[in-house]
């Protein structure tokens, strides 16, 4: 059984939490795309692992975790992820693996992130200054590039660091009146970086069919979420990489058909960090509520999370350009104590009903939420483990969501730890 996790909003949606759980059955966990804007968060007792590049497998002893070929690997972040989960005692020798032509993060790539963000101002994009979106151009422009297996060549690394910095230099110096950086300084953290990741280096691609052909269980990690899809999402207000079910097989190089299952995990309501459109935001009284129950600020930024309702046409879009099978519904527990809850069913646009969400930035604008209004209920429910002894509303509020996205919720989040999970 192969198995591909995917966010169906604009991310957050606790994707870490249902990798890790769905982990216990699998033998590989992968991460395809994104880098280290992504921020999963796994509970395990009173761990809190928010894991930012390793797969979210990495907490299972016995599971192998890739770090696939469309991954921006800021080998910074990567080497500090490995080092703080040794210091926890979970050591990654011999089952992490990283592709061998993933691509590099390296300083210049953050100070460009930085610079364009701060040049745009208010109509910034609201990234999470990772170097991804600079990295990401780097990579399709073909030029200016470092990938992993450039960290084995030492030499000739040196040399093409060289160039790169002095042109990055003169465009930051000239646009941006930018202080240069040290080539030789990047060529110095490149040599530690070389000593700690080389010997996890692989052809990730040979190790991945191979193990499918052992009949290995192969599951899946998307990073993001379906509506900040570079091609898919709210453009530009989106990440640089294919962050729907969509971007899986060329993050990896495994065909999509050798998937069984694509689960795509949502909230019980709707977060967005960053700028860009939200329809159904409540930027009032009933945000703010969740906001403090979800504790809905940032893994990766700390930055505090636009909150709103749940938004059946963003996520039947997900759910229908992923071809995703089932949903795992996060964060039910959240959503206790408040008297009604909205469910937005169609958007009216220019006086006309919609319910296929139009990923283009002008009608998106312009759309208005339909909403649902549903009872609430009052009991806490983050002990609750089985669907019948949810309180009848809340039973209802998931059916009405099935019925909404045409899918069924196979498991329901009723709390950040790994046991807070209701299975169906
Ligand atoms: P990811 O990026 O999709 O992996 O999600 P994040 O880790 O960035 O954010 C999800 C947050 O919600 C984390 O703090 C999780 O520990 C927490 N979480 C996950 N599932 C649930 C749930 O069902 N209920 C509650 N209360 N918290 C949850
Ligand atoms: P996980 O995997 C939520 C958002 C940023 C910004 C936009 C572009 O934890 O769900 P970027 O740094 O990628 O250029 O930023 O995308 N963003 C995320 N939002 N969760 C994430 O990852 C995100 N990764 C990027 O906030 O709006
Ligand atoms: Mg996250």
Redesign the pocket.
Do not use: M
């Given at each position: 059984m192969n198995c591909c996790v995917v966010?169906l909003q604009?991310?957050?949606?606790g994707?870490?939490k249902v990798v890790d759980i769905l982990a216990e059955d699998s033998d590989i966990v992968v991460r395809y795309s994104?880098?280290a804007?992504?921020?999963?968060t796994v509970v395990v007792g009173d761990d809190r692992f928010a894991l930012h590049l390793l797969p979210s497998g990495v907490v299972r002893p016995n599971v192998k975790c890739v770090i696939a070929n469309a991954v921006v690997v800021d080998p910074e972040v990567l080497t500090g992820e490995i080092e703080a989960l040794a210091d926890k005692g979970i050591t990654l020798n011999e089952r992490l693996l990283i592709s061998e032509n993933a691509h590099l993060v390296l300083d210049y790539h953050k100070q460009e992130?930085r610079l364009r963000e701060e040049a745009l101002g208010k109509h910034k994009?609201?990234?999470?200054?990772?170097g991804?979106?600079p990295c990401y151009a780097d990579k399709v422009g073909r030029t200016f590039t470092m990938r992993m297996a450039d960290l084995a060549e030492l030499d000739e690394l040196r040399a093409k660091l060289k160039a790169i910095v002095e042109y990055k230099n003169k465009v930051f110096g000239a646009v941006y009146g930018a202080e240069p950086i040290s080539a030789d300084e990047i060529f110095d953290k490149c040599r530690s970086y070389a000593e700690k990741l080389l010997p996890l280096m692989a052809d990730t691609t040979e190790f991945l069919h191979k193990s499918l052909a052992d009949g290995r269980s192969i599951l899946f990690e998307?990073?993001?979420?379906s509506l900040?899809d570079l091609d898919h999402g709210t453009f530009p207000?989106?990440?640089?990489s294919n962050?729907s079910a969509l971007g899986m097989s060329a993050g990896c190089g495994v065909s999509a058909r050798m998937v069984d299952r694509f689960l795509g995990v949502a909230k019980a309501y709707t977060t967005?960090?960053?700028?860009?459109p939200f329809p159904s935001e409540q930027d009032n009284d009933v945000g703010q509520y969740i906001r403090d129950r979800g504790h809905e600020y940032?893994?990766?930024?700390g930055?505090p999370?636009r909150c709103g309702w749940f938004d059946a046409v963003a996520v039947s879009y997900a759910v229908t350009i992923g071809a995703i099978d089932s949903i795992a519904l996060m964060h039910l527990d959240t959503l206790s104590g408040l008297k009604e809850l909205q469910i937005c069913r169609e958007y009216q646009i220019d006086g006309r009903s919609t319910s296929f969400f139009p990923a283009n930035l002008r009608r998106l604008a312009q759309a208005r939420c339909v909403y649902e209004t549903v009872g609430g209920w009052d009991e806490e429910i983050t002990e609750v483990s089985s669907f019948h002894d949810l309180p009848l509303n809340a039973r209802n509020y998931v059916v009405l969501i099935e019925e909404m996205t045409k899918r069924p919720v196979t498991m329901i989040g009723v709390g950040p730890r790994r046991n807070q999970v209701i299975s169906r």
């Open positions: 966010g604009w991310g957050d949606e994707k870490g994104g880098g804007n992504a921020g999963h992130d994009l609201g990234t999470t200054v990772r991804i979106g998307g990073a993001q979420g900040l207000f989106v990440t640089s962050s967005r960090v960053g700028s860009g940032g893994t990766t930024t930055r999370r």
